[in-house]
């Protein structure tokens, strides 16, 4: 059956379509005009409202009480159908710190999870976040679980993925570090500064051994001094970077986040959530890698105070990127889905709303609340008015 929107805002890389129309049939995009089409078996009005790509969020660990660390199908499965609500189409299924045994057991999960009689948002692959980070910079990810890079660990991690990890985040400054960034690099898998205390110097050469992308800025990693820049810096300055940023207001004022845009542009920065298994639930106290996490005031912390991720969605970090520093219709797509797609080797099919492309929209009012989300051409989503 074939879905034809019209009289809707179309957001396209270059330009936005005021009311134009786009027409889907078998999970692809076949047809964007300026006009009606009048070929759709259904026709949706969408006057008032946006057509963007469908989010892709590279930083999640979980949401609607599931947690990749769970390490079933029905975890990935959950987090899945739920992100849809938020307009997210795609993401990276997020470990973190644990036991060899835990992250071997998640990363099999994923490898074997095909997704399939699943309605929601695909799973791209797998973000590695740890267990080759710094213990100063340990933030929520335990402690006792963190190990120095180790290539020949890699790649039994990597073996357990069925060949699904895409991003790895390390701590480059840590022995074995740089053998292992030239590692990643060799194999085609994006290496990631975070949770790591590197000077500027050391991030800069871990640039030139092949990182190219930055977890969490700001978060966990050497900040910006006038004597040394750090990652922060390195961050800010190496145009060769790819720079995830939590924009709830909690994990960086909304200034931080300005100071942030104005370094990375649209061209540099991707929105990500970094949430666990409390988003889309009622405050109260849950799990993080066996660390009880409290979340109130949409903050999420551990018993010390420390930052647990986070219980954003990414269509929130979008209204208020809108909302706070104006951004155009074009900066919002690369920043929610464009750079993705492209970093990820996806942009064949994800991050614009083109001929050929995956038909993963969300339709969207001014200030971002989701109305509808399609998934490969799947309904998966309708706001109840």
């Known amino acids: 059956m074939s879905v034809e929107y019209q009289n809707v805002r179309i957001v396209q890389k270059d330009r936005t379509i005021e009311e134009g129309s786009v027409l889907f049939e078998e999970g692809e ?7 009606p089409l009048g070929r759709g078996d259904t026709v949706i009005d969408g006057k008032g409202l946006s057509l963007f790509p469908g989010f892709i969020d590279v ?17 990935l499965q959950g987090i899945a159908e739920i992100l849809p609500e938020e307009g997210t189409t795609s993401f990276l299924a997020t470990t973190m710190t644990q036991s060899p045994e835990n992250i071997e057991r998640a990363l099999r999960n994923a490898g074997s999870f095909t997704g399939e009689n699943v309605s929601g948002a695909e799973m791209l692959g797998v973000h590695l ?10 933030g929520a990810q335990p402690v006792d679980y963190i190990r120095e890079p180790s290539v020949t660990k890699f790649e039994s991690y990597r073996k357990a993925s069925n ?5 790895v985040t390390l701590a480059p400054e840590e022995k074995g570090g740089e053998e292992l960034i030239r590692h990643l690099k ?15 110097d050391e991030a800069e050469a871990a640039v030139e051994a092949g990182v190219s992308h930055v ?32 924009v709830d207001h909690i994990h960086s004022r909304k200034e931080a986040v300005e100071i942030a845009y104005r370094q990375l542009t649209d061209e540099r920065m991707l929105l990500i959530t970094d949430a666990m298994r409390a988003k889309c639930l009622p405050e109260g106290t849950y799990d993080l890698g066996g660390q009880d996490v409290t979340v109130e005031n949409q903050k999420a912390v551990l018993e010390d105070g420390t930052l647990a991720g986070s219980i954003l969605t990414l269509s929130k970090a979008a209204s208020l990127m809108k909302k706070h520093l ?32 995956d038909a993963d929209l969300v339709l ?13 051409g799947e309904l998966v989503y309708e706001r109840k008015e």
């Open 364 to 376: 969207v009012d001014n200030d971002f609340n989701v109305h509808a989300t399609w998934c490969r």
């Open 59 to 75: 930083h999640i660990h979980g949401a609607n009480g599931h947690d990749v660390m769970d390490a079933t199908p029905e975890a």
């Open 215 to 246: 977890t969490h800025l700001y978060n966990q990693m050497s900040g910006l001094h006038h004597r040394d820049p750090g990652v922060t810096g390195a961050a800010f300055t190496d145009p060769r970077l790819m720079v995830e940023l939590i």
């Open 163 to 167: 060949d699904m990890i895409s991003l």
């Open 29 to 35: 995009i076949r047809n964007v005009s300026d006009s």
């Open 326 to 357: 104006h951004l155009s219709d074009q900066e919002l797509l690369a920043i929610t889905s464009g750079n993705a797609a492209g970093e990820l080797g996806v942009e064949n099919r994800k991050g614009s709303i083109a001929p050929g492309k």
């Open 129 to 138: 976040e740890g267990p080759f980070i710094s213990g100063r910079k340990a």
């Open 186 to 200: 060799t194999r085609g898998i994006i290496a990631s500064m975070g949770h790591t205390d590197a000077t500027f």
